[in-house]
């Protein structure tokens, strides 16, 4: 038997129609409507169709197109609110339902798919606006979902601690430390600050030489071994840089800008002493 099948274009394929008239094989692409017109005149890609078995064909093309037309439109085009929504349905209208539950607060991963983790967030909402928690979305849960309040945001992160300078400090050293608070939470990069100032993260030279520079006391990045030679030797009265060739952080005013230890403090000020052995101690001059 001749297969018939919808495609979206509504054109439907009859391949191999015999046609009795001529004693040949036709094949023939044509849209449904002219070829239900053919099993009723005697007009087709052949000068006559009046065989039973083609006439059959075009009634099952008939039918196969109004199967096409009929059909209801995909999850893919389904609009919240379309249709009840329950475990194991899946399409646009989930992944929209799933974007109300995360802007109401509740724990709902946008993909689409109605799981377990839908349904529980669908049913901690429907307690919370005093519907039955039944799991499933229909008008009402639609109508709850789209006037209540969004959840409220989050509360920012507080900023990183920096120390503030003392008084009577020098201009340099407020300098100093405003440019160590800039990068004082951004990730620890090795060899990050030396190619250029302004990097995505710094090693703990990089670190010192960017506060350094910020106050205008260095005027390009330095490792840990040219820190230990830089400046004046010994502390200093505000800022004391310890550098060695492994390492290097500075003591400015009393607190420790160091990227060892930044992990678990949550940045590079730290209010805990460290060892300074093994560590040379420079200093600015006259700080």
Same mark, same amino acid.
């Given at each position: 038997?001749?297969?018939?099948?919808?495609?979206?274009? &509504?054109?439907?394929?009859?391949?191999?129609?015999?046609? &009795?008239?001529?004693?040949?094989?036709?094949?023939?692409?044509? =849209?449904?409507?002219?070829?239900?017109?053919?099993?009723?005149?005697?007009?087709?890609?052949?000068?006559?169709?009046? =065989?039973?078995?083609?006439?059959?064909?075009?009634?099952?093309?008939? +039918?196969?197109?109004?199967?096409?037309?009929?059909?209801? +439109?995909?999850?893919?085009?389904?609009?919240?609110?379309?249709?009840?929504?329950?475990?194991?349905?899946?399409?646009?209208?989930?992944?929209?339902?799933?974007?109300?539950?995360?802007?109401? %607060?509740?724990?709902?991963?946008? =993909? %689409?798919?109605? %799981?377990?983790?839908?349904? =529980?967030?669908?049913?901690?909402?429907?307690?919370?606006?005093?519907?039955?928690?039944?799991?499933?979305?229909?008008?009402?849960?639609?109508?709850?979902?789209?006037?209540?309040?969004?959840?409220?945001?989050?509360?920012?992160?507080?900023?990183?601690?920096?120390?503030?300078?003392?008084?009577?400090?020098?201009?340099?050293?407020?300098?100093?430390?405003?440019?160590?608070?800039?990068?004082?939470?951004?990730?620890?990069?090795?060899?990050?600050?030396?190619?250029?100032?302004?990097?995505?993260?710094?090693?703990?030279?990089?670190?010192?030489?960017?506060?350094?520079?910020? &106050?205008?006391?260095?005027?390009?990045?330095?490792?840990?071994?040219?820190?230990?030679?830089?400046?004046?030797?010994?502390?200093?009265?505000?800022?004391?840089?310890? +550098?060695?060739?492994?390492?290097?952080?500075?003591?400015?005013?009393?607190?420790?800008?160091?990227?060892?230890? +930044?992990?678990?403090?949550?940045?590079?000020?730290?209010?805990?002493?460290?060892?300074?052995? %093994?560590?040379?101690?420079?200093?600015?001059?006259?700080?």
């Amino acid at each position: 038997m001749s297969s018939i099948s919808c495609s979206r274009d &509504a054109r439907l394929t009859v391949p191999s129609v015999f046609c &009795a008239s001529r004693s040949a094989v036709c094949t023939s692409r044509v =849209d449904a409507s002219k070829l239900c017109m053919s099993a009723l005149r005697p007009s087709s890609c052949c000068s006559r169709v009046d =065989d039973p078995g083609v006439r059959r064909i075009a009634l099952l093309a008939l +039918a196969a197109a109004v199967a096409c037309f009929a059909a209801p +439109a995909g999850a893919a085009s389904l609009h919240l609110g379309d249709r009840a929504l329950r475990p194991g349905d899946s399409g646009h209208d989930v992944r929209v339902l799933q974007a109300f539950l995360q802007g109401r %607060g509740l724990q709902a991963v946008v =993909d %689409g798919q109605f %799981g377990p983790a839908t349904r =529980d967030a669908v049913r901690a909402f429907q307690r919370s606006a005093g519907l039955p928690p039944s799991g499933v979305v229909g008008p009402l849960t639609v109508a709850a979902l789209r006037s209540a309040a969004p959840a409220p945001a989050p509360p920012a992160p507080p900023p990183a601690w920096s120390p503030a300078p003392p008084p009577g400090a020098p201009p340099a050293v407020a300098a100093v430390i405003a440019a160590a608070t800039r990068i004082a939470s951004t990730p620890y990069v090795w060899g990050g600050g030396h190619q250029r100032w302004e990097d995505r993260g710094y090693d703990c030279s990089g670190s010192v030489s960017y506060a350094l520079h910020g &106050a205008a006391l260095l005027a390009s990045p330095l490792d840990s071994s040219g820190l230990a030679a830089w400046g004046e030797p010994g502390p200093g009265q505000w800022i004391t840089v310890y +550098a060695n060739a492994g390492h290097a952080f500075m003591v400015v005013a009393g607190v420790r800008f160091d990227t060892s230890g +930044a992990k678990a403090a949550g940045a590079r000020w730290q209010t805990a002493a460290r060892s300074t052995a %093994g560590f040379t101690a420079r200093h600015p001059l006259n700080l």
